[in-house]
Every structure is written in structure tokens, then in C-alpha cells.
């Protein structure tokens, strides 16, 4: 049973470019979280998706970030115009519909850094 | 959603027990206390829930006093695998939550 898959694993982009991260929830997870962590930070929650809906952006950028949830295929976390600020490790979570534990499945992340 | 306060960071020795305390004075009635643990260049990894008195599984104990206002995570015997950051939080265990991690404490072990 694979777990959260996210890639790419590692990413570089150039100041004004755009940074597409995907990530496939484990099999029977329709609720994905991405989160972000910057160097010597904690993690922090940026959005909360399911299936063709997103629950809850509080913690997103106004500006530049996106995210969604499709019907078929991975949650996708796209990032225009890339600040050097962005660079960061992004993880992305998921849990099982019901049955809810408190407990999330992280993936290995994704790292971006902008030149 | 309740804060916590744990320890930035904790020192130990191969074989030796840790226990690292989180304080969560803000805990409502319906939260969980859950711990995670991250390595370096990995996602976070659940470790241990629990809602009062003593949990126990393969890898952790987790003891919280009657009050709830506190949890200690013990690891016995930590080994230099054990190296680590783990994070202390206070969960909703009700439809989802959008976890909050704190910096959490960077336990280093030891030869």
C-alpha cells in the first residue's frame, strides 16, 4: 500500500517563474493538506482539499498560490511567479474520509528553491 | 486551538530514556494530545495519541496527568536513530483539524 506520493522531489526555479508540486494521496485518502516549512521553521498549514473542493485556505497566500483537488489525478499546488521566499519544503498530507484520528500521512515533501 | 510549549531542544545518550513535556493549559475537552516525529529531509511521521492517563505503544509511552494541561512523550532507550525533531499537538479528533506544529524539540542522541 504506497504512501503519499509527492513530486518532484526537487525543485528550481528562477525568480518569476511558475512551481507546479503534486501529490498522490495513499489509496482510499480523499482529504489532502499541504503544508510548508520554511528552514528552521516549523510547519505550517497552508490548505485543507477534498475531491473537487477546497474545505479550508486559511493559511494560503492571497497572492500567487493555488491549489486544487480534482476529480481524478493528484492535488496539485501550483505557485506563480516565484519569490525567493518561496523557497521552501512543501508536504503534503492525507487522511481517510471517515475514521478520523488526528492522525496524517506525510509524504517525503517536495523542495523548492528559487535563484 | 490550544498552544503548546515544549522544549527547542534535548540532549541524550544511546540507552538512555527521554521524556519530553509539552504544556497545553488551553486544552478544551474534546481535544487529543498527538506527537510526531520528524527526520531531517523526511515528512512528519505520527507517533502516539492519546487523551488522558497513560498510552503505550511499540515505539512510545505517552503519560497525561488528570488536568490534561500537560503530556509527557517517553521514549525508552533512545538509540542514535532516535535523533530527531518531535512535535506536541493538541487535536480535534472530530471530522478534520488543521494541525498546527509548533517548532517542536530537536532531541539529539548520542554515542
Known amino acids: 500500500n504506497a504512501g503519499v506520493m509527492q513530486n518532484p522531489r526537487h525543485l528550481v526555479r528562477r525568480r518569476g517563474q511558475e512551481a507546479r508540486l503534486r501529490c498522490s494521496p495513499m489509496?482510499?485518502?480523499?482529504?489532502v493538506y499541504w503544508y510548508r516549512q520554511l528552514p528552521e521553521e516549523g510547519l505550517k498549514f497552508m490548505v485543507y482539499?477534498?475531491?473537487?473542493?477546497?474545505?479550508?485556505e486559511s493559511g494560503m497566500p492571497k497572492e500567487r498560490f493555488s491549489a486544487e483537488f480534482p476529480k481524478e489525478g493528484p492535488s496539485i499546488l501550483r505557485i506563480q511567479q516565484v519569490v525567493r521566499g518561496d523557497s521552501a519544503a512543501y508536504f503534503c498530507?492525507?487522511?481517510?474520509?471517515?475514521?478520523?484520528?488526528?492522525?496524517?500521512?506525510f509524504g517525503e515533501g517536495s523542495r523548492l528553491t528559487v535563484l | 486551538l490550544a498552544k503548546t510549549t515544549q522544549p527547542i531542544s534535548m540532549d541524550s545518550y544511546e540507552g538512555q530514556e527521554v521524556n519530553i513535556t509539552c504544556s497545553h493549559n488551553n486544552i478544551a475537552t474534546n481535544d487529543y494530545i498527538t506527537w510526531y516525529q520528524q527526520f531531517p529531509s523526511q515528512g512528519p511521521r505520527f507517533i502516539i495519541q492519546g487523551y488522558k492517563t497513560k498510552v503505550t505503544n511499540e515505539v512510545a509511552s505517552l503519560f497525561i496527568p488528570a488536568d490534561r494541561k500537560s503530556s509527557t512523550l517517553s521514549l525508552p532507550r533512545v538509540s542514535l536513530s532516535d535523533t530527531a525533531v518531535y512535535y506536541c499537538l493538541v487535536v480535534l479528533n472530530s471530522g478534520y483539524s488543521t494541525l498546527t506544529f509548533g517548532k517542536g524539540t530537536m532531541l539529539l542522541v548520542s554515542p
Open positions: 482539499l477534498q475531491k473537487e473542493n477546497i474545505i479550508d
Open positions: 489509496k482510499g485518502h480523499s482529504h
Open positions: 498530507a492525507s487522511s481517510p474520509i471517515t475514521g478520523w484520528t488526528g492522525e496524517l500521512f
